[in-house]
C-alpha cells in the first residue's frame, strides 16, 4: 500500500523518469507445470494443499527507466467440498494502474481431464459496501480431487523502495518459491523472516542479470483464525529493497536520513502573505489555554470542526485554498496543523509508521513500505495526535499504531537552517488503566423478591468509550436511542427500563471524558422449589469465551491493555440468605517473567444484609508468548464463567 502524499527522495528520478521498455520480459512465455507431485503423508487429510506456488518478479531496467513484472504460478489440490466451495472462483489479482499480460486458468480432475478455462467467460462483481469491481473465473463442476493451476504475468510499477512477499499462507504448501530477477549493476538488500529460507543469489558471468531466489518445502498452512493473534506478523515473509545502482554510483538508496530531509522541507514551507494571513484568522478563533494539552485539544477540535479529510482532494494549492475549501488531502493536513503548532509555539514531530496489524515495522530495515501513515508526537506533553481521522482524538490514536515502531521526524538547527532529521523509534502502548472500564451494579431484592430493582452504572474509558462516544454525532437521536437501548440490553438482558440516561457522549469528549452510562431496570427471577435463583453474573454483560478447536500456533497478540472493575452489591430481604455466595470467588493469574501480567481476581464480603462482591480483571501487556496460551486462556475463560453464575436466595 503507498501512502496517499508520498513524499519522494529524489533518487526513485533514476528508474521512473520515462518506463521507456528496452526489453523483453523472459515471463512472457510462461506455461503450464505438468509436472506430476506427490502428497506427503502428513498433508494428505487437508481440505487444500497448494502443490506448487511459484512467485517471480523481473525487473528491467537501463540507467534512465525500469518496468517490473510480477508473475503468480500456483497449483492447489482440492480435497474436500469446503475446498471446492471456496475455489469455485478463482479472482484475478491486478488493479487498475497495472497491466495483465498472461492470464491462464485450467482445472484437472481427478480421472486426468484437462479443461483450460476460456478468459471471455471472465466474469464481473460489485463490492456493495466499497463500490469496487473484482473479476473472476467461474470454475463450474469442480469436484473433490480436482487440481486447479494458474497463471497470472502482471506489468507494473517497479518496488524499488521495499516490498513485502507472503510465501506462507492458510493451507499447507509443498513447494514455495520466490525469484527476483534485475539487472546485474543493482543491489539490493533483503531478509527473511519466521523460519523462511535465506536468499541464494545468483549472477552468471556471461548474463547481463542477477537474482535472489528463496526455496522451502513442506510450509504448515496457519490458518487465519485464531482470535487474539496477529497473523500477518508471523507467517513465513520475504522483503526486499534496492540498495545500490552501481552504474550511476547510487548507494543506500531509499534510506531514512532522505526521507526526514525530504519531508520535513515539503511539509514545513514558507508561507507568503496570503497563507500566513488565513493562519492567524483562522488560530484567533481558536481557545487559547497554557495548558499544552489542551490547547492541542482546542487545536485538533477546531480544524476536525472546519476542516475533512479527503485522501483524493486535489483542489489546494495553498493553505488559504484549505480554509476556503473545507478539505484537504493527508499533505495539505499535515502543512495545515505544522503552520499553526509553530504559530502557537508548539513543538512537534511528524512519526511515520504502519499498522502493526497489516505491516509490522521493522526497525532494523530501512523500507518506505513502512511509512504508510503518519501522526503527531508532542515531546513536551508526551502524546501523540491522529490527525487524520475523525473519531480519534487526542491523546488516542488508532490503537494499529501503538506497540509498532515508527520515524520520528523533527527539525534540527544546523548551519543557520533547520533540517529534518529521523530516529525510528517505539511508539508508546497506552497503559491499562488509560483503557479501565468501572461497573457498579447495585441489585435490590429488599422490595419485592420477585422483582428486583436494579441499578446499573458502566463508565467506559479509553478505547472502550470509543466505540459508543461519536455515535451521537453521527446519527438522529432516535436512531441512537435505539442504538442505545441495543447496547445495554448485552448487559441487562432487558428491553424495558425504567430509565437509560448517558453521560459524556460525543466527539468533544473522546479522550477527554468517560462514557458513562446508567441504567435502571427490574430484573427477572425464576423459582426453583422455594429457592430464588437470579442470573447475577449476567449483569457485568457478556464476556467472550476463548475456545481453541485446534492446536494453537500463534502468540497472543491484544489490540490494546485494558482493565476492569466491577463491584455488585446485592441487597437481600431479611429472612433470606444466599446460599452459594463461594461461586463469586475467582483467582486466575498469568504471570511473565515474575510480573502479574494479567488475571481475574473476584471475591465477597458479607455486611448485614449486603453481599458485596469485587472483581478486578486486567491484560496489562500486547503480547503474550504462545507457551502461556493456556494460562491466558484461563483468564479470558474466568469471566466468561463469571457471566454464568446464578444467584441462589433461599429462606432461613
Request: glycine share 4%; no cysteine.
Amino acid at each position: 500500500m503507498k501512502p496517499y502524499f508520498r513524499l519522494l527522495p529524489a533518487v526513485l528520478a533514476l528508474f521512473i523518469s520515462s518506463l521507456i521498455s528496452a526489453q523483453t520480459s523472459s515471463l512472457l512465455n510462461f506455461g503450464f507445470s505438468d509436472e506430476k507431485i506427490e502428497i506427503p503423508e502428513q498433508f494428505k487429510n487437508q481440505n487444500e494443499v497448494i502443490l506448487l506456488k511459484n512467485l517471480k518478479t523481473e525487473i528491467l531496467a537501463n540507467e534512465r527507466s525500469a518496468e517490473q513484472y510480477f508473475l503468480i504460478h500456483e497449483k492447489k489440490w482440492i480435497n474436500s467440498d469446503e475446498g471446492v466451495e471456496r475455489n469455485n472462483r478463482v479472482y484475478i489479482p491486478f488493479k487498475s494502474d497495472e497491466t495483465l499480460l498472461l492470464n491462464k486458468v485450467r482445472v484437472i480432475s481427478e480421472n486426468g481431464k484437462i479443461t483450460e478455462l476460456n478468459p471471455k467467460d471472465i466474469m464481473e462483481e460489485t463490492d456493495e459496501e466499497t463500490d469496487m469491481k473484482y473479476n473472476y473465473y467461474a470454475v463450474n463442476g469442480l469436484t473433490k480431487g480436482a487440481i486447479i493451476e494458474k497463471i497470472f504475468l502482471i506489468k507494473e510499477s517497479p518496488d524499488l523502495e521495499g516490498k513485502i512477499i507472503k510465501i506462507q499462507e492458510e493451507q499447507p504448501i509443498l513447494n514455495a518459491t520466490f525469484e527476483l530477477i534485475y539487472p546485474k549493476y543493482l543491489v539490493f538488500r533483503h531478509k527473511s523472516y519466521n523460519g523462511l529460507a535465506e536468499a541464494i543469489e545468483n549472477s552468471e558471468e556471461n548474463d547481463n542479470s542477477s537474482s535472489l531466489l528463496i526455496s522451502q518445502k513442506n510450509i504448515e498452512g496457519i490458518l487465519d483464525d485464531e482470535t487474539y493473534s496477529n497473523w500477518d506478523r508471523h507467517i513465513m515473509k520475504f522483503k526486499y529493497k534496492l540498495d545500490q545502482n552501481q552504474a550511476s554510483g547510487k548507494s543506500n538508496l531509499y534510506n531514512y536520513l532522505d526521507f526526514a530531509k525530504n519531508v520535513y522541507d515539503n511539509v514545513h514551507i514558507e508561507l507568503d502573505k496570503k497563507d500566513q494571513k488565513a493562519i492567524d484568522a483562522f488560530v484567533k478563533d481558536i481557545p487559547k489555554s497554557k495548558n499544552q494539552f489542551e490547547q492541542l485539544k482546542f487545536i485538533e477540535n477546531k480544524v476536525k470542526n472546519s476542516i475533512s479529510f479527503n485522501r483524493y482532494f486535489n483542489g489546494n494549492n495553498s493553505l488559504s485554498d484549505v480554509i476556503r475549501n473545507k478539505q484537504a488531502n493527508g499533505l495539505f493536513l499535515l502543512r495545515f496543523y505544522t503552520a499553526i503548532f509553530n504559530q502557537l509555539g508548539i513543538e512537534s514531530e511528524m512519526v511515520f509508521t504502519s499498522k502493526r496489524y497489516s505491516v509490522f515495522f521493522d526497525k532494523d530495515f530501512e523500507t518506505m513500505e513502512q511509512l504508510v501513515d503518519v501522526i503527531f508526537y508532542f515531546p513536551n506533553v508526551n502524546e501523540y495526535m491522529d490527525f487524520l481521522s475523525l473519531e480519534y482524538r487526542l491523546p488516542m490514536v488508532n490503537f494499529n499504531y501503538t506497540g509498532n515502531y515508527g520515524l520520528f521526524v523533527k527539525g534540527k538547527e544546523l548551519g543557520g537552517a533547520k533540517i529534518g532529521l529521523g530516529t525510528v523509534k517505539l511508539i508508546e502502548i497506552p497503559s491499562a488503566e488509560s483503557n479501565h472500564d468501572i461497573q457498579n451494579i447495585l441489585i435490590d431484592f429488599t422490595k419485592n423478591i420477585e422483582k428486583p430493582e436494579i441499578h446499573a452504572t458502566y463508565t467506559f474509558n479509553g478505547y472502550s468509550a470509543l466505540n459508543f462516544q461519536p455515535l451521537k454525532d453521527f446519527v438522529p437521536q432516535n436512531q441512537y436511542d435505539m442504538i442505545l437501548k441495543d447496547f445495554a440490553q448485552n448487559y441487562t438482558l432487558e428491553t424495558d427500563y425504567k430509565s437509560l440516561k448517558t453521560e459524556n457522549d460525543g466527539l468533544e469528549n473522546v479522550g477527554f471524558k468517560p462514557f458513562v452510562l446508567d441504567a435502571k431496570f427490574d430484573g427477572t427471577i425464576q423459582k426453583a422449589g422455594n429457592n430464588i435463583l437470579f442470573k447475577a453474573g449476567e449483569t457485568i454483560g457478556k464476556q467472550m469465551e476463548l475456545y481453541q478447536d485446534h492446536q494453537r500456533l500463534l502468540p497472543v497478540e491484544v489490540y490494546y491493555p485494558r482493565k476492569y472493575t466491577r463491584t455488585l452489591t446485592i441487597k437481600i430481604p431479611d429472612g433470606y440468605s444466599i446460599k452459594n455466595p463461594e461461586s463469586f470467588n475467582f483467582d486466575k493469574k498469568l504471570v511473565l517473567n515474575g510480573k502479574t501480567e494479567a488475571a481475574f481476581i473476584s471475591s465477597y464480603v458479607q455486611k448485614g444484609n449486603e453481599l458485596i462482591v469485587t472483581n478486578e480483571e486486567f491484560y496489562n501487556i500486547l503480547e503474550y508468548p504462545l507457551e502461556v496460551f493456556e494460562k491466558y486462556r484461563e483468564v479470558i475463560n474466568a469471566a466468561a464463567d463469571f457471566n454464568k453464575i446464578t444467584l441462589v436466595l433461599s429462606k432461613d
